[in-house]
């Protein structure tokens, strides 16, 4: 018996992302797949294998091949470092904007010292995180999961905010809510800087 066990576990191959149903999202060294908004361009660069977001607003969409870029029910990962002071967001079930902070969807918050008390994980104004989960100047894994009408989001594993859309929602949320759409990354300020990298989807029935 030990030694089919043995067999097994040398003969077993390892699966990729994909072949686990993750795709990636940015191969580490172009923009490919990405738009970056009208607001301020210079504020994305790519600095060994990580997005690095440092200047005045602005957004950048996923509008890549993968799901067409109209996610509905999804698990998005992938990893985030702050520099002290620093603010920045992960938008979901987003649309391309131009100019201005995207209207459609949510935004998830990347803080851990800005002055804005919505730390990570925050779903921004909607079930905010007033407790530090990371901390600057270190990678962190974010894991969003999205399903039907409901939020999960992990910071390292540790869940930080679990919610469910109800089926009325105030009139003044307008377009901030569940549909489907893309995802996008926030330049917040020119005094905060956040880096991205190892991001990766998976596509849920």
């Known amino acids: 018996m030990k030694k ?3 067999l097994l576990i040398l003969f077993t191959p390892n699966l990729t992302n994909a ?6 999202l940015f191969d580490g060294k172009t923009f490919d797949g990405w738009q970056i908004n009208e607001d301020d361009p210079s504020c994305f660069s790519i600095e060994d294998g990580a997005i690095k977001v440092a200047g005045k607003r602005a957004h950048m969409f996923y509008d890549g091949t993968v799901a ?9 990962k992938l990893k985030a470092k702050t520099l002290p002071g620093s603010n920045s967001g992960i938008f979901i079930h ?10 459609k969807g949510y935004e998830i918050q990347v803080n851990q010292t800005h002055t804005d008390w919505r730390k990570t994980g925050s779903l921004y104004a909607v079930e905010d ?3 530090n989960f990371a901390k600057d100047n270190v990678w962190y894994e974010y894991h969003v999961i999205v399903k039907d009408k409901r939020i999960i989001i ?3 594993g540790e869940v930080a ?14 377009t901030k809510r569940l549909s489907s759409g893309t995802f996008a990354l926030q330049g917040h300020d020119p ?6 990298k190892d991001i990766k989807v998976k596509v849920l029935e």
């Open 191 to 196: 005094k905060s800087i956040a880096y991205f």
């Open 4 to 6: 089919i066990l043995i």
């Open 161 to 174: 905010v679990d919610y469910t859309e109800p089926d009325v929602l105030p009139d003044d949320r307008g």
């Open 68 to 76: 067409n870029h109209d996610f509905k029910n999804f698990e998005l």
């Open 19 to 24: 072949q686990k149903g993750w795709t990636s």
């Open 94 to 103: 987003t649309a391309y904007q131009a100019t201005g902070w995207p209207s």
């Open 129 to 131: 995180v007033k407790e």
């Open 154 to 156: 992990k910071i390292d």
